[in-house]
């Protein structure tokens, strides 16, 4: 695991803050790679339901069942290495949230480092069963170690982003919302108030 080799490798007490930035560009950049794949492979596999659907001879059938089997199986495996991306882009950013409290408070990332528990957040990291929002609960624990409650309550929004959005699909999947144009109405009325709440929050 290239992430977790870098920062809780032997050199984790010299690991610097622009080294910690760079690993969340990477990722970043991993993140939009494995999003363009897994787009590229459902419409490959629409057109093949699809192409499918009109040809009737059993033979060519079973060749485009089968280039479909495969895109599916390509599908599954992309989704997982994009929920693996999303989960480690949770913990660089709590990383760097801790380490950018601690430089300022003269403590190196090390002391932070030297507390958290690798082989339990690793854990939570490969299992498919945590989702992201499930990890970034778990990674809040583990990292409460630091002992930052200002912090602490930092970390509790880590994994929640997009979450109003989320809310509002799952009412279309419901179908308590069926108007496209209402949805994304709603959706940007949520994001406005959360950020307002954020501001808010910040003045007080």
Same mark, same amino acid.
């Given at each position: ?24 560009? $990477? +990722?970043?950049? *991993?993140?939009?790679?494995? /999003? @363009? %794949?897994?787009?590229?492979?459902? =419409?490959?596999?629409?057109?093949? #339901? ?25 599908? $599954? +495996?992309?989704? *997982?290495?994009?929920?693996? /991306? @999303? %989960?480690?882009?949770?913990?660089? =950013?709590?990383?760097?949230?801790? #380490? ?105």
């Amino acid at each position: 695991m290239g992430l977790f080799d870098a920062i809780f490798g032997t050199r984790k007490k010299d690991l610097t803050l622009p080294e910690i930035k760079r690993s969340e560009m $990477k +990722l970043q950049i *991993r993140e939009n790679q494995t /999003i @363009s %794949k897994l787009e590229r492979v459902e =419409k490959e596999r629409e057109e093949l #339901f699809a192409k499918g659907a009109k040809i009737k001879s059993p033979t060519r059938r079973r060749q485009l069942a089968r280039q479909y089997e495969q895109r599916s199986q390509g599908l $599954k +495996l992309l989704e *997982r290495d994009l929920s693996m /991306i @999303s %989960k480690e882009l949770t913990t660089i =950013k709590a990383l760097k949230m801790a #380490f950018e409290r601690r430089e300022m408070a003269k403590t190196g990332i090390g002391h932070i480092l030297e507390r958290v528990d690798e082989a339990e957040l690793m854990t939570y990291l490969e299992d498919d069963k945590i989702s992201q929002e499930m990890y970034a609960e778990k990674l809040t624990e583990v990292m409460n170690t630091v002992n930052d409650a200002t912090m602490a309550d930092s970390l509790t929004d880590l994994g929640k982003e997009g979450g109003e959005v989320m809310n509002i699909w799952q009412k279309m999947d419901d179908g308590e919302i069926e108007d496209m144009d209402a949805a994304i109405k709603m959706a940007d009325q949520a994001i406005r108030e959360k950020e307002k709440g954020k501001k808010e929050a910040e003045t007080e």
